[in-house]
């Protein structure tokens, strides 16, 4: 059987696209290992699905002054040596990095024991981890068609964001029927990312009043963000967080208000909802999500407001033009090469494998 070892953490972004390909490599009869951190969320989150997971010391890799700066390289050190000696024990035919700091021990470990490693960038420029692996990385799969410019020759794919498979069993009238909606109005749904968007959250609330004369709304506004005075309105449903029922929600969902990480707008593509993007402003930031919505934007997937020109009446404004123009959005997510992104990412890892 062949064996990959998966790895990449520090933040869900860094974990979630790796466990959206372990039912596919589980079908091609894969074995699946995941080296990550001993306390990082990717341990959680991989722990769940039974896959055997491996912790490796690991410090985090900063661009700013830091006292930790002096220790933590220290702590990559011997995170390399854990990683070095565990791969060579596993023997893995390739390895998988998503990024995140956990992950460059294991790509170098990898290159010191000759196995292929292939990496994954989510975002429009790699990250810090990815661009330290990127020496020792056979290929490196890119989301955007811009990113294959800033990789060196020969090393960049094409691939898209693989999409968790889940997200594809939702059912509509379940969505609607968790929000207590009716099928007669369309359903406007609010993320703001995994812990919510205050911005975002109070600027929806405060043209609620005008919002629902034309759609019910389902709001995901974050961890301690319930409005309690609106959990009785009509036609307006809050969750603090949701997992299960997201997928039938999404379904639910005609058009959507998003943050613009890789992963969701991702999402957004593969079950072709048309959404106005508000990405995180570069003060928040090191300004991915700006870029993210900008190639979205310009292959006519979304529309994208920036947060520092969003105001009560331009939300208002562009959530109406956004629903009236629904269908171009979607003809153009129709046409997308970025919503098979599992297969081409499998493809390219058992090609690698095989030159081994």
Known sequence: MKKIVLTGG??????????????????????????????????????????PYYKVSTGKLRRYFSMKNLTDPLLVIQGLFQAT?????????????????????????????????????????????????????????????????????????????????QLFTGSREEGLALCNFTSRKPVLLVMGGSLGSVKINNLVRAILPELLRRFQVVHICGKGNIDPGLEKLSGYKQFEFVSDELPS????????????????????????????????????????????ARSFEKQGYSMVLQEEEASEKILLEKINQLYEKRSQYIKAMEKSQLNDATRLILDLIEHTAKKK
């Open 249 to 292: 929600i999404m379904a639910a969902a005609d058009i959507c208000i998003s943050r613009a990480g890789a992963n969701a707008i991702f999402e957004l593509l593969a079950l072709k909802k048309p959404a106005l993007l508000i990405p995180l402003s570069k003060q928040a930031s090191r300004g991915d999500q700006i870029l993210n």
């Open 85 to 165: 000696l565990l791969l060579r024990r596993l023997k893995p035919d390739i390895v998988f990095s998503k990024g995140g700091f956990v992950s460059v021990p294991v790509v170098i470990g990898a290159w010191i024991n000759r196995i292929p490693v292939i990496l994954h960038e989510s975002d429009m420029t790699p990250g810090l981890a990815n661009k330290i692996s990127l020496p020792f990385a056979t290929k490196i799969c890119a989301t955007f068609p811009e990113t294959l410019e800033h990789l060196p020759e020969g090393k960049g794919v094409l691939t898209g964001n693989p999409v968790r498979s």
């Open 10 to 51: 520090g933040s869900a972004g860094h974990v979630m696209p790796n466990l959206a390909l372990v039912p596919e490599l589980r079908r091609r009869n894969w074995d699946i290992a995941y080296i990550g951190s001993y306390n990082g969320i990717e341990r959680e989150l991989v722990e769940k699905t039974n896959i």
